[in-house]
C-alpha cells in the first residue's frame, strides 16, 4: 500500500522513508481522503505558479546582468585601446578565478544513514550521491536530502526499476550559507551507495 507525504501529499512507495517529493521523514500513513487530495491539488497549482513568476524574475534580473556586464567589458576595451588602466584590468581578472571545489568528506554504505555537517564558512557545499543497485527485480532507490533548521534546503533520488540496466547512477545537491545541515540516507536493494562533500572557496 503507498505512503502518502503529510507535508505534500507526494505519492511514495510503502518501503520509503523519506518523501520523493519534498524530502520530509515519512510518519507511516498510508491512505489520504479526498479533501486531502483537492487541498494538496489546490497548493500544487499555487505552488507551480509561483515557480514560474520566480522564474520570469530570475531570467529578468539575469538578462540585465548579462546585458550589464557586456557594457562594463565594452567600456574595459575601450579604455585598453586608448592606453588607460590595462595594469589593473589585468590585475581584476587573475583575481576572479581562483576558487574551486575542494573535497571535504566522503561516505559509503548500503542502507539508510544520517549525516551531521557544519558549514562553518558559509561557503557553497556540493553533495554528490552515487550508487550501484543489484539486480533489479524490484525498485531500487537511494534518496538524500538536505535539510537545516527543519527544513529541507536540497534532495536528490536515484532510482531504477526492472527495465533499467545494472548501471551506477549520480546526481548532486548544492546550497550555501553558514550552519548545521543534516544530510538524510534513505537506500533499498543496492550493492552500494557513495556521498561525497564538497565545499567551493
Known sequence: MPKYCSKCGKENDDNSTFCRGCGERLSGIHSKSGNDSGFASGNNKILIGFVVLLLIVVAIIGTYAYATMNDNDSDTNGDNSIGKGSDSSVSDVSSVNTKSWHKLDSFSGVGDYEITFNNNGGNRIKVVSSAMPLKNYADN?????????????GSSDLSWNSSNAVATKSDSIEFTGPGTYYIYVSAYELQYWNLEIYEYY
Open 141 to 153: 532507490f537511494m534518496y538524500t536530502a538536505v535539510s537545516n533548521n527543519g527544513y529541507t534546503v
